[in-house]
């Protein structure tokens, strides 16, 4: 057995049954008949459930976990209940904005988000495509917008520059028209004269 | 579950020495009774933290035991837990020397090795089962439960102090809060695999 240095590892031992009879009967006679000190135990069970549940023990106390704690189907049943909480513990704290300190992992499952919403993943699928199609109708509207202001503007452009050569056609067709005139009143006066 | 092999006579215990044992614990029969699953709870414990199976059983055998002592006269020198663990050892060492406990042990082991393809699909079911039941558990404690067991290591530490200060309890009394609700929804998730399992393997 390893030297125990803390007394987190003198628990740790305890719980994975690796402590001889009479150190085990000096812990639990100590621990039993203090509260607090029956509840460090409870809360060092509990942090060794979870960390075996998400898959951070080491190689070696994996081992010894699955070896000497997992010894009768109570214990399994705390294991897979642990699996199953920092599952859903994991889920519930995942969907928000990166962390920037501890009191923002708090605010992430504060009273602000409805616990409906990740306790009922299928649910939120839709939700999630309805928040897509809406943001992309939005964007396709923005896009069609601009597109319809930029050819408006060139119809109008075109339609100026037309009317513009049309004015310049007229006059140019008027000024013809005058010299055909003046040229037709000079050769008839020319005939006159012959 | 198969039942511990314990005789009648060590079963059985009378209205007034259990009225006499609780009276020791608290005068007051409400506070006494808190007491009482308080004590028969950390017994349970005490027989699951050394390995042993059927641990209701042997609490609860260990508590007739104390009651009928105490019922006999018995002077309580140091204290009822103390008195308690003297006596859960002696129960859980008989269990040792039992033959049946041996053939259980034995069934047990082959609840362990199950097939591999099972886990996966256990695992989702326990998970589904703990959504049920956290629908069922004030939005409270369900914001508390997710936030207590948030993170690991330091960063776990650092939200529970965080978590505590903003609740305005001290770090124990927000453990036990914790852990109230925890192994609430543990008995609650338990039941609801069990019944799940049931209908599954009912099924065509």
């Known amino acids: 057995m390893d030297r125990i240095h803390t007394q987190h590892d003198l628990i740790e031992h305890y719980l994975l049954g690796e402590l001889s009879e009479a150190e085990r009967t000096a812990l639990e006679d100590e621990y039993f008949s203090d509260v607090e000190k029956y509840d460090r135990l409870c809360k060092a069970e509990d942090d060794l459930l979870d960390r075996y549940a998400r898959g951070s023990l080491t190689g070696a106390d994996r081992e010894r976990f699955e070896r000497g704690y997992l010894t009768n189907s109570r214990r399994r049943r705390h294991a897979m209940f642990a699996k199953a909480l920092t599952k859903v513990v994991d889920e519930a704290t995942r969907p928000a904005a990166p962390q920037t300190e501890g009191g923002a992992r708090i605010e992430r499952v504060g009273p602000g988000l409805s616990w409906r919403t990740w306790l009922a993943p299928p649910l939120r699928v839709p939700r999630f495509a309805l928040s897509l199609t809406l943001i992309t109708g939005a ?20 339609l100026a520059e037309s ?6 056609q007229r006059r140019l067709a008027e000024t013809q028209a005058r010299r055909i005139a003046d040229l037709e009143a000079q050769y008839k006066r020319l005939a006159d004269e012959g | 579950m198969e039942k511990a092999q314990l005789s009648r006579k060590e079963r059985d215990l009378t209205p007034e020495a259990f009225t006499k044992f609780l009276a020791i614990l608290d005068p007051d029969p409400d506070v006494a009774g808190g007491k009482y699953e308080d004590l028969r709870r950390q017994l349970i414990k005490f027989f699951e933290w050394r ?6 059983e042997l609490a609860d055998e260990t508590l007739n035991r104390l009651a009928r002592k105490i019922d006999e006269g018995e002077e309580i020198e ?32 082959s609840a362990v090795a199950a097939p591999p393809e099972r886990r996966e699909e256990d695992d989702d079911l326990w998970t589904v089962c703990l959504r049920e039941c956290l629908l069922g558990v004030s939005d409270e404690n369900r914001a508390l439960i997710i936030e207590y067991y948030q993170d690991e290591g330091r960063a776990r530490i650092d939200d529970r102090k965080i978590l505590a200060a903003r609740l305005g309890l001290s770090l124990n009394a927000l453990f036990s809060r914790a852990k109230r609700t925890r192994d609430k929804l543990e008995e609650c998730v338990t039941r609801c695999v069990k019944r799940k ?8």
């Open chain 2, 51 to 56: 390995g042993a199976l059927f641990q209701d």
């Open chain 1, 163 to 168: 009317r513009r050569e049309s004015e310049t």
């Open chain 1, 139 to 158: 964007l396709l509207i923005g896009l069609g917008g601009a597109w319809l202001a930029i050819q408006t503007s060139r119809l109008r452009a075109r």
């Open chain 2, 197 to 204: 399992s049931k209908g599954r393997h009912e099924s065509p």
């Open chain 2, 78 to 109: 140091k204290n009822v837990i103390a008195l308690s663990l003297g006596i859960a050892r002696f129960v859980f060492l008989e269990t040792l020397k039992r033959p049946d406990n041996r053939r259980t042990e034995m069934k047990e082991l």
